[in-house]
């Protein structure tokens, strides 16, 4: 009897392997973009910032949970269209600088950085200029309040449908890179210290 609970669970999950590509569905082939408007993958979708800490080390937070659409025609890639929405409320850290970036002001003052209800941040394309597998992405970013233009300069990874036990639904994913200042958007507190040059590492997965 021991030895048939171990069994069981083997035996079931023998059908899920079966199931398993036996290589990566998705590929850098843009021939695989069917084009049209897909939503953001959440669960794969990240922004990755990275800023100089005293000039000791890079120090790097992540955005995650983001929603958004994107509108793609893989005939003219020009004329894409992204809109994101990012969760700052949500944005993680190592040890407790999380918790410093969404803690209120002292003594109800203005909060060092974001405060503890921070409004979702927002990115929405104005002008795509797209080149083989590249393209530079132009939109406006508002963050903490206030809104300004920032470009990105953008790369198609991979597309492709994946497999039918984990939804079947056709996806296609890019990265990004991009620079912002702090303190453009009100959040400049100890910069130069703590560099206001923000460094943007974006994975931007979508699916329809």
Do not use: C
Not at 9 to 26: C, F, N, R, W, Y
Not at 31 to 56: E, K, P, R
Not at 190 to 206: E, M, R, W
């Amino acid at each position: 009897m021991r030895l048939a609970l171990p069994f069981l669970v083997a035996l079931a999950a023998v059908p899920a392997i079966a199931q398993m590509p036996s290589a990566p569905p998705g590929s850098n082939n843009v021939a695989a973009i069917s084009g049209g408007t897909y939503t953001a993958d959440t669960n794969h979708t990240q922004v990755i910032w990275t800023l100089d800490h005293m000039g000791f080390t890079p120090y790097t937070g992540l955005f995650g949970d983001i929603s958004g659409t994107l509108s793609l025609d893989p005939q003219n890639l020009s004329a894409a269209k992204v809109s994101m929405t990012i969760p700052v409320a949500k944005v993680t850290t190592a040890g407790g600088l999380s918790q410093h970036l969404l803690r209120a002001g002292k003594d109800g003052g203005k909060p060092d950085f974001f405060g503890p209800s921070p409004a979702d941040a927002t990115f929405v394309s104005t002008k795509v200029v797209a080149k083989g597998t590249t393209a530079t992405i132009t939109g406006n970013l508002t963050l903490n309040g206030v809104t300004k233009p920032v470009t990105l300069a953008a790369k198609f990874y991979g597309a492709g449908k994946a497999p039918q036990m984990m939804g079947g639904k056709e996806n296609v994913g890019f990265t990004a890179t991009g620079d912002i200042m702090r303190s453009d958007f009100g959040l400049g507190y100890f910069a130069p210290v703590v560099s206001d040059k923000v460094h943007l590492d974006i994975v931007a997965a979508f699916q329809k």
